[in-house]
């Protein structure tokens, strides 16, 4: 028996690209995490994946791999840590490594029709880091553009409120419309995915957050029509409170998931802080304190 492990995608937004293409962006983090557990049993079983069971009993189908698996830890549904890419691949990587067979993250993703609208899930999954995808739609599977360590000394606070959770992927064909982004809000993803990339490469983490600060803002004009304004309606009173406090969150994809980076040595007394905030305004959640992951799944 083996045993495979993903971390949770944080999305940071998109960037553009000449000719209707859209790149997105993203950060590996745990906890929260992926584990499961394979054997070479002779045949195609599943435990513990509650709604995803059919779902990765079709894509493990695909890529002609049978074993007997079982989801030991798993991501929240649909709150915006790319539960379903990380589940279905970490299913595949460990039902190959349980068969002794060669497995490519990409191909496979290819092959099962994830990374059509965002890649990044995807590369995260294959490289970890902090990761640019060179744009969607691409018919070999996601390539990086940029891809970098995050310091081992920041620290992610996920935020996790109890709200509703965000669109599922059956919603999301509109993305897959060509892009018709103003010029505002292109320049704040262009200028801000490099300015965001820049601050991790430099290792000076109020450039990075400052980035993602316009990355996110640019985003969200975009997605207004479909969530309410830069942020969901529902998160836009803890946002601007956070704000006013100087601290940068990001929504990741669709939320309820929050998120911003800070160093290690003030993680717990900032997410003592959040957490006071959150009961503040009657918002019950809770806010993980969590470590880059500087590696892929495996």
């Known amino acids: 028996m083996i045993e495979a492990s993903a971390g949770a995608r944080l999305h940071g937004g998109f960037h553009t690209i000449a000719g209707g293409r859209w790149g997105s962006i993203g950060f590996y983090a745990e906890p929260p995490r992926v584990v499961v557990r394979a054997e070479d049993c002779g045949e195609l079983e599943l435990r513990g994946f509650g709604d995803l069971r059919e779902e990765a009993a079709r894509a493990l189908r695909a890529l002609g791999l049978t074993a007997c698996l079982e989801l030991k830890e798993s991501l929240p549904r649909h709150v915006g840590l790319g539960s379903t890419t990380q589940t279905l691949l970490l299913s595949a990587l460990a039902a190959a490594r349980a068969l002794a067979r060669p497995f490519d993250p990409i191909e496979a993703a290819r092959r099962i029709g994830r990374a059509t609208v965002s890649g990044a899930g995807t590369l995260l999954f294959a490289l970890g880091g902090f990761v640019m995808d060179a744009g969607v739609p691409d018919p070999q599977g996601p390539r990086a553009l940029v891809r970098l360590p995050i310091p081992e000394t920041w620290r992610f606070l996920i935020i996790m409120p109890q709200l509703p959770p965000g ?32 601050g991790i490469a430099r290792g000076e983490l109020r450039e990075a957050l400052e980035g993602l600060r316009e990355v996110q803002l640019g985003t969200g004009m975009y997605f207004s029509r479909s969530q309410g304004g830069a942020y969901r309606r529902d998160l836009q009173q803890l946002v601007g409170e956070l704000y006013k406090d100087g601290v940068i969150v990001a929504q990741s994809s669709w939320g309820p998931t929050l998120y911003t980076i800070t160093e290690e040595s003030s993680a717990s007394g900032d997410a003592s802080m959040i957490r006071h905030l959150m009961r503040e305004i009657g918002l019950r959640g809770e806010v993980i304190v969590a470590k880059p992951r500087n590696y892929r799944a495996f």
């Open 167 to 198: 669109l599922a992927e059956r919603e999301e064909g509109f993305m897959r419309e060509q892009w018709k982004v103003d010029e505002r809000a292109e320049l704040l993803m262009s200028r801000g995915a490099l300015r965001l990339a820049a």
